[in-house]
RNA sequence: GGCUCCAUCGUCUAGCGGUCAGGAUCCCAGAUUUUCAUUCUGGUUACCGGAGUUCGAUUCUCCGUGGAGUCACCA
């Protein structure tokens, strides 16, 4: 049975980091029936978790991921750490440590000075005197003091820390009675019953203390995934200054969450020279031992070749759905099919693509610069007069391949290329010389509205 | 600064001693298209440096160099 578990910190959003750790918990659970837990961080911060799991709740459910139970609140166990801590006081794993925080601080500066590791110097550890009046005491934790301890990392391979490196007494619980987090979450990962902990490389470094932690409480050691880092373009650790880290974001901008998924678990992951990969692919083949050791950077590019894919093969029900949320409403129209295959290809988000079809839907304003000069020369006029009352004459005018005749049998008559009629055509219709193909659009708008913006391209361009 | 991790095209990556170093994206060119896009074809671009091990190193070892992470009564 594997247990995985996604631990964030209430910051009011997921992070996109945050989400590509919660995906691979999430995928490797599954992919072994295993169970993936949510938990939220806030022994510190009490404010806000409410609302920041709701948040995280709300963007797993967009994406489509699903935690397993209850949320657990660390807020709300606090009488659980403290029975642990209680056990380790009186094992005598753990005591309390009188030195106040300006001796602390005095302590660390003389070390620094003589270019030491800044380290509490353990003055409390076996102390059985009488406690100095007016200090509230913290709660410290015995560490070892010696030797070699090793993390064993499913990504990294093992990991040795030389003791008096890294380690000393730290800190379990504050004065005011409070669990530190090096504490919280090796009881929690123990209690929950979490088997796998994968998690972002920066918490590298904390493992030996946690490692401390479940040796003194007898818990066992999960197995660790330390994931590298994503940078942003400079190189460090993506932060919320990095432009988009929110992933509700992702939404707002018209990224469809199987393209974000798929970008996210190519990022430090692979599986040979596969690049598209459904839930379903991933769920078969997520292993966190294929995990990459080395950070990436992010980069948005393949993200946006990847939703324009995801678009490109979206049923035209489900976009024309998606679309509402870009205030674009096609149930009602008749042509909406021919409306959507026309712009779907050249769309890489669907905020894009709700502009492209405003585009079409809507009859220009101001027509391109460089366009009418190209592209309306004299003759023009006439092709697109004419042009007009043959649509007048047709009957029947529905499909593409309707009015597809109509022009050719202009052009054939009149002997001019196509481009003759089409450019000065695109441009009365659209405003610019690019855009879906003409017969799509002619068909979208109908003959009547064809003939408007054609009246009024004349008019306003000659 | 201490500790730890990392190092293949601009970017995401394959590679697990012998490969013309592969794929994707981006960029460029050609084909298709009335245009744009799509699609297809082709192209430019990479093993950080130095020793060592070996018949042979991108691959293994060591040393540099560079980058990152972390060093709280934050999480």
């Not at 599954?30 to 993936?36: L, S, Y």
């Not at 560490?143 to 301890?149: D, T």
């Not at 990224?255 to 078969?284: C, I, T």
Request: glycine share 8%.
């Amino acid at each position: 049975m594997i247990v995985t578990r996604f631990a964030p910190s209430p910051t009011g959003y997921l992070h996109i980091g945050g989400l590509r750790t919660a995906l691979f918990s999430y995928l490797w659970a599954k992919r072994n029936g295993g169970t993936f837990l949510l938990r939220i961080e806030d022994t510190d911060m009490a404010r806000n978790n409410e609302e920041a799991a709701l948040a995280i709740v709300e963007a797993f459910k967009w994406v489509g991921l699903a935690h397993d139970g209850e949320i657990t609140y660390q807020s709300r166990r606090m009488d659980i750490y403290k029975e642990y801590i209680e056990k380790l006081l009186h094992s005598g794993k753990a005591y309390r440590c009188y030195m106040s925080k300006e001796e602390l601080d005095a302590l660390r500066e003389e070390q620094s000075a003589r270019k030491e590791r800044p380290r509490y110097d353990g003055r409390y550890r076996d102390f059985t005197g009488t406690p100095p009046e007016g200090v509230a005491p913290v709660i410290r934790i015995k560490a070892p003091q010696s030797g070699v301890l090793s993390v064993h990392d499913g990504v990294k391979g093992r990991i040795d820390f030389r003791v008096e490196d890294i380690l000393d007494d730290f800190i379990i619980a504050r004065s005011d009675g409070t669990p530190t987090y090096n504490f919280v979450v090796a009881v929690d990962d123990a209690l929950m019953g979490v088997t796998t902990v994968i998690r972002g490389d920066d918490h590298l470094s904390n493992t030996p203390k946690q490692m401390v932690v479940y040796e003194a409480l007898g818990f066992k050691i999960p197995e660790f995934y330390h994931v590298p880092m994503i940078h942003n373009a400079e190189g460090k650790k993506l932060s919320k200054r990095d432009g988009a880290t929110d992933v509700m974001m992702y939404r707002e901008m018209g990224y469809l969450p199987e393209a974000l998924l798929n970008f996210l678990v190519r990022l430090g992951w692979s599986h040979g020279d596969q690049e598209l990969f459904s839930m379903k692919e991933m769920l078969a083949l997520f292993n966190p031992a294929d995990i990459n050791k080395s950070a990436s950077i992010y980069n948005t590019e393949k993200l946006d070749w990847l939703n324009g894919h995801y678009i490109k093969n979206c049923s035209n029900d489900r976009l024309a759905q998606l679309l509402e949320g870009f205030e674009l409403f096609l149930s009602s129209h008749d042509k909406r099919e021919i409306l959507l295959d026309a712009v779907k290809e050249r769309s890489k988000t669907l905020a894009d693509m709700a502009a492209q079809i405003r585009e079409i839907l809507q009859a220009p304003e101001v027509y391109d610069e460089k366009a009418v000069a190209k592209a309306f020369k004299s003759e023009a006029t006439e092709v697109l007069e004419v042009f007009a009352m043959r649509l007048c004459d047709a009957r029947e005018l529905h499909l593409p391949s309707d009015y597809h005749q109509v022009m050719e049998a202009l052009v054939g008559e009149m002997g001019i290329g196509f481009g003759k009629l089409g450019q000065p055509l695109r441009l009365a219709l659209l405003g610019k010389l690019g855009g879906p193909g003409l017969d799509s659009v002619m068909a979208i708008i109908g003959a009547d509205e064809t003939r408007r913006r054609i009246e009024k391209a004349i008019a306003q361009i000659v």
